[in-house]
């Protein structure tokens, strides 16, 4: 007769969520999630079969909170709500933020469907559509490098609580101005 189950697959997801929001991927093991627990790792695997299931549901659930975070629409303007999405997730999860965007053994797959997601808005909005591929890029690159700096800044706690306003006021008033100066003049048909 199998042992009975102590933790629902639930409670060890959440579980091995705080400690992957705190630790970073490379805490999640068997061991590390049992004690968090105050368990032994044969409620783990049974509830969730592998470590390798257990860190591709991490990821998944840390994509959907981040992409929570940049799909809310503050503003008329949807890259300007991507941006403050981007950085207000740094201001309010700063380790998720740091373990994700900071940590080099973090699986890159976060980043890469982040940048995807501005680029396929970008092909979208037919104010792009006369500008060269090279044009796109410089304006996608100028915007990026600055995002993703302040949005370090934030996380790193240079800069300490920022309001959304602060947030709003220097994306605007940035590199990226550029590319908000030019979607405001030229509107979305």
Known sequence: MPKKIIFSKETIIEKAF????????????ARNVAKALNCSPAPIYSSIGSMDILKDELVNKAKKLFMDYITVKKTNIKFLDIGMGF???????????SNIFLIESMERALMTEFLDLIHDE???DSRFFHLTD???NEIFM????FLNGLATLIA?????NP???YIKEKLLNNPAKLLYEYLE????K
């Open 185 to 188: 003049k030229h509107p979305k």
């Open 156 to 160: 790193t706690g240079f800069i300490k």
């Open 87 to 97: 950085v207000i997730f740094a201001r309010e999860e700063r380790q998720l933020f």
């Open 142 to 145: 100028n915007c990026w490098i």
């Open 122 to 124: 970008m092909k979208k």
């Open 163 to 165: 309001s959304d306003d």
């Open 18 to 29: 705080e400690l992957f929001k705190e630790e970073g991927i490379d805490s999640i093991s």
């Open 134 to 136: 090279n044009e796109r």
